[in-house]
Protein backbone atom coordinates (compact mmCIF):
# COMPACT_ATOMS: atom_id res chain seq x y z
CA UNK A 1 0.00 0.00 0.00
CA UNK A 2 2.62 2.35 0.90
CA UNK A 3 4.63 1.55 -1.83
CA UNK A 4 1.89 2.43 -4.08
CA UNK A 5 2.93 5.76 -3.27
CA UNK A 6 6.89 7.16 -4.14
CA UNK A 7 6.26 10.76 -3.41
CA UNK A 8 5.36 11.08 0.18
CA UNK A 9 6.60 13.70 2.57
CA UNK A 10 9.21 12.59 4.89
CA UNK A 11 6.90 12.90 8.12
CA UNK A 12 4.08 14.84 9.30
CA UNK A 13 1.09 13.93 10.51
CA UNK A 14 -0.72 10.81 9.67
CA UNK A 15 -4.54 9.05 10.51
CA UNK A 16 -4.11 5.13 10.35
CA UNK A 17 -7.71 5.05 9.47
CA UNK A 18 -9.01 1.33 10.44
CA UNK A 19 -5.84 0.34 11.25
CA UNK A 20 -5.81 -3.43 12.15
CA UNK A 21 -3.11 -4.25 14.15
CA UNK A 22 -1.29 -1.46 13.36
CA UNK A 23 0.92 -2.90 10.38
CA UNK A 24 1.21 0.91 8.22
CA UNK A 25 1.07 3.07 11.79
CA UNK A 26 4.64 1.09 12.48
CA UNK A 27 5.92 1.50 9.47
CA UNK A 28 5.03 5.01 9.16
CA UNK A 29 6.26 5.93 12.60
CA UNK A 30 9.72 3.75 11.84
CA UNK A 31 9.60 6.81 8.84
CA UNK A 32 9.39 9.49 11.49
CA UNK A 33 5.51 10.02 11.26
CA UNK A 34 3.40 10.79 13.60
CA UNK A 35 0.72 8.39 13.62
CA UNK A 36 -3.14 8.48 15.02
CA UNK A 37 -4.64 5.06 14.96
CA UNK A 38 -7.95 4.31 15.19
CA UNK A 39 -10.19 0.80 14.86
CA UNK A 40 -13.28 0.17 15.82
CA UNK A 41 -12.37 -2.97 17.46
CA UNK A 42 -10.80 -2.44 21.05
CA UNK A 43 -8.97 -5.81 21.04
CA UNK A 44 -6.86 -4.88 17.85
CA UNK A 45 -6.44 -1.36 20.01
CA UNK A 46 -5.74 -3.28 22.99
CA UNK A 47 -2.46 -5.07 21.18
CA UNK A 48 -0.89 -2.39 19.17
CA UNK A 49 -0.58 -0.74 22.41
CA UNK A 50 1.14 -3.47 24.33
CA UNK A 51 3.62 -3.84 21.37
CA UNK A 52 4.20 -0.31 22.07
CA UNK A 53 5.25 -1.00 25.17
CA UNK A 54 8.01 -3.25 23.73
CA UNK A 55 8.84 -0.86 20.84
CA UNK A 56 9.42 2.20 23.42
CA UNK A 57 11.02 4.36 20.16
CA UNK A 58 7.76 4.20 18.45
CA UNK A 59 5.12 5.00 21.81
CA UNK A 60 5.73 8.35 21.52
CA UNK A 61 5.15 8.78 17.22
CA UNK A 62 2.05 6.19 17.79
CA UNK A 63 -1.06 6.51 19.40
CA UNK A 64 -3.85 4.27 19.31
CA UNK A 65 -7.61 5.26 19.22
CA UNK A 66 -10.91 3.25 19.59
CA UNK A 67 -13.59 4.83 17.75
CA UNK A 68 -15.47 4.76 14.45
CA UNK A 69 -14.50 6.05 11.03
CA UNK A 70 -17.90 7.58 10.87
CA UNK A 71 -17.48 9.81 13.78
CA UNK A 72 -13.41 10.42 13.64
CA UNK A 73 -12.60 11.86 17.50
CA UNK A 74 -10.31 14.23 15.55
CA UNK A 75 -10.26 17.98 14.72
CA UNK A 76 -10.43 18.98 11.35
CA UNK A 77 -7.73 19.47 8.72
CA UNK A 78 -4.80 17.69 10.73
CA UNK A 79 -3.28 14.79 9.07
CA UNK A 80 -0.96 15.23 5.94
CA UNK A 81 -1.40 11.83 5.39
CA UNK A 82 -4.44 9.55 5.50
CA UNK A 83 -4.29 5.53 5.11
CA UNK A 84 -7.46 3.92 4.83
CA UNK A 85 -6.67 0.26 3.70
CA UNK A 86 -9.70 -2.59 3.37
CA UNK A 87 -11.97 -1.11 5.72
CA UNK A 88 -14.64 0.74 4.12
CA UNK A 89 -16.19 -2.31 2.32
CA UNK A 90 -17.08 -3.46 6.13
CA UNK A 91 -19.02 0.01 6.77
CA UNK A 92 -22.88 0.42 5.81
CA UNK A 93 -21.60 3.99 6.36
CA UNK A 94 -19.06 4.08 4.22
CA UNK A 95 -19.66 7.51 2.59
CA UNK A 96 -19.90 9.10 6.50
CA UNK A 97 -16.51 7.65 6.78
CA UNK A 98 -15.41 9.24 3.35
CA UNK A 99 -16.98 12.56 4.80
CA UNK A 100 -14.58 12.30 7.69
CA UNK A 101 -11.72 11.68 6.46
CA UNK A 102 -12.45 14.81 3.64
CA UNK A 103 -12.93 16.55 7.06
CA UNK A 104 -9.41 15.74 9.14
CA UNK A 105 -7.39 15.90 5.93
CA UNK A 106 -5.19 19.08 5.68
CA UNK A 107 -5.78 21.02 1.92
CA UNK A 108 -2.50 19.36 0.01
CA UNK A 109 -2.43 16.30 2.24
CA UNK A 110 -2.23 12.51 0.78
CA UNK A 111 -5.06 9.85 0.98
CA UNK A 112 -4.37 6.72 0.19
CA UNK A 113 -7.32 4.28 -0.35
CA UNK A 114 -7.57 0.60 -0.82
CA UNK A 115 -11.07 -1.16 -1.44
CA UNK A 116 -11.55 -4.71 -3.43
CA UNK A 117 -12.94 -3.54 -6.58
CA UNK A 118 -16.18 -4.34 -8.22
CA UNK A 119 -16.01 -8.11 -9.90
CA UNK A 120 -17.29 -10.99 -10.58
CA UNK A 121 -15.07 -12.81 -8.48
CA UNK A 122 -16.27 -10.69 -5.53
CA UNK A 123 -19.60 -10.38 -6.01
CA UNK A 124 -19.48 -14.60 -5.38
CA UNK A 125 -17.65 -14.24 -2.10
CA UNK A 126 -18.14 -10.53 -0.20
CA UNK A 127 -20.35 -11.98 2.25
CA UNK A 128 -17.82 -14.55 3.41
CA UNK A 129 -15.73 -11.81 4.35
CA UNK A 130 -17.93 -9.55 6.36
CA UNK A 131 -18.24 -7.01 3.36
CA UNK A 132 -21.25 -4.91 3.13
CA UNK A 133 -20.82 -4.35 -1.29
CA UNK A 134 -18.58 -6.67 -3.46
CA UNK A 135 -16.25 -3.55 -4.24
CA UNK A 136 -16.04 -0.65 -5.99
CA UNK A 137 -15.27 0.56 -9.53
CA UNK A 138 -13.03 3.26 -10.46
CA UNK A 139 -15.62 5.71 -11.66
CA UNK A 140 -17.21 5.52 -8.15
CA UNK A 141 -14.33 5.97 -6.58
CA UNK A 142 -13.38 9.14 -8.47
CA UNK A 143 -16.98 10.42 -8.15
CA UNK A 144 -16.72 10.00 -4.76
CA UNK A 145 -13.33 11.95 -4.14
CA UNK A 146 -13.87 14.60 -6.40
CA UNK A 147 -17.20 15.46 -4.85
CA UNK A 148 -15.26 15.87 -1.50
CA UNK A 149 -12.60 18.26 -2.71
CA UNK A 150 -9.58 15.69 -4.09
CA UNK A 151 -7.91 15.54 -6.87
CA UNK A 152 -6.67 11.92 -8.23
CA UNK A 153 -3.31 11.38 -8.36
CA UNK A 154 -3.02 7.34 -9.33
CA UNK A 155 -5.02 4.69 -9.85
CA UNK A 156 -3.79 1.08 -9.27
CA UNK A 157 -4.91 -2.20 -9.46
CA UNK A 158 -4.18 -5.76 -7.53
CA UNK A 159 -4.96 -9.17 -7.16
CA UNK A 160 -5.81 -10.96 -10.37
CA UNK A 161 -6.50 -14.27 -11.69
CA UNK A 162 -3.28 -16.02 -10.10
CA UNK A 163 -3.22 -13.83 -6.87
CA UNK A 164 -6.86 -14.62 -6.17
CA UNK A 165 -6.18 -18.60 -6.73
CA UNK A 166 -2.74 -18.05 -4.08
CA UNK A 167 -5.21 -15.93 -1.86
CA UNK A 168 -7.66 -18.23 -1.57
CA UNK A 169 -5.19 -21.70 -1.55
CA UNK A 170 -3.33 -20.18 1.67
CA UNK A 171 -6.62 -19.53 3.59
CA UNK A 172 -7.30 -23.11 2.96
CA UNK A 173 -4.64 -23.78 5.90
CA UNK A 174 -5.97 -23.45 9.23
CA UNK A 175 -2.85 -24.10 11.21
CA UNK A 176 -1.14 -20.67 12.35
CA UNK A 177 2.07 -22.07 12.25
CA UNK A 178 1.74 -23.64 9.34
CA UNK A 179 0.53 -20.20 7.66
CA UNK A 180 3.69 -18.34 9.33
CA UNK A 181 5.45 -21.15 8.06
CA UNK A 182 4.14 -20.90 4.03
CA UNK A 183 3.43 -16.72 4.17
CA UNK A 184 7.00 -15.36 2.74
CA UNK A 185 6.83 -18.26 -0.20
CA UNK A 186 3.30 -17.28 -0.84
CA UNK A 187 4.25 -14.04 -1.01
CA UNK A 188 6.77 -14.08 -3.11
CA UNK A 189 4.37 -15.98 -5.91
CA UNK A 190 2.16 -13.54 -5.06
CA UNK A 191 4.65 -10.64 -6.38
CA UNK A 192 3.83 -12.23 -9.78
CA UNK A 193 0.84 -11.56 -9.98
CA UNK A 194 1.52 -8.17 -10.53
CA UNK A 195 3.44 -8.58 -13.70
CA UNK A 196 1.23 -11.57 -15.07
CA UNK A 197 -2.44 -9.26 -14.58
CA UNK A 198 -4.29 -12.10 -15.86
CA UNK A 199 -8.37 -11.72 -15.55
CA UNK A 200 -10.35 -9.18 -13.90
CA UNK A 201 -8.51 -7.43 -10.29
CA UNK A 202 -10.10 -7.82 -7.44
CA UNK A 203 -8.43 -5.09 -5.41
CA UNK A 204 -7.79 -1.08 -6.32
CA UNK A 205 -5.68 1.65 -4.97
CA UNK A 206 -6.68 5.07 -5.36
CA UNK A 207 -4.18 8.24 -4.77
CA UNK A 208 -5.48 10.97 -4.12
CA UNK A 209 -4.38 14.78 -3.16
CA UNK A 210 -7.18 17.49 -0.96
CA UNK A 211 -7.42 20.15 -2.83
CA UNK A 212 -7.67 23.76 -0.85
CA UNK A 213 -10.84 25.40 -0.53
CA UNK A 214 -11.96 27.86 -3.54
Same mark, same amino acid.
Given at each position: ????????????????????????????????????????????????????????????????????????????????????????????????????????????????????????????????????? +?? *????? @?? =?? %? /????????? $?????????????????????????????? +?? *????? @?? =?? %? /????????? $?????????
Amino acid at each position: MLRAASRLPAAGRALDAGCGYGIYSFSLAERGWTVDSIDLETVRIEEIKKMLTEAPDLAARVHPVAGSLATLPFQDQVYDLIVCSEVIEHMPEDVPALNELARVIKPGGTLLLSVPHWSTHNLRIFRSFDHER +PG *YTEGA @LR =AF %L /TERGFEIEK $VSFYEYRFGTFLFDAYNRFHSKALMGLLFY +PF *YALYL @LD =AL %L /TVGEPNGII $VIAKKLPKP
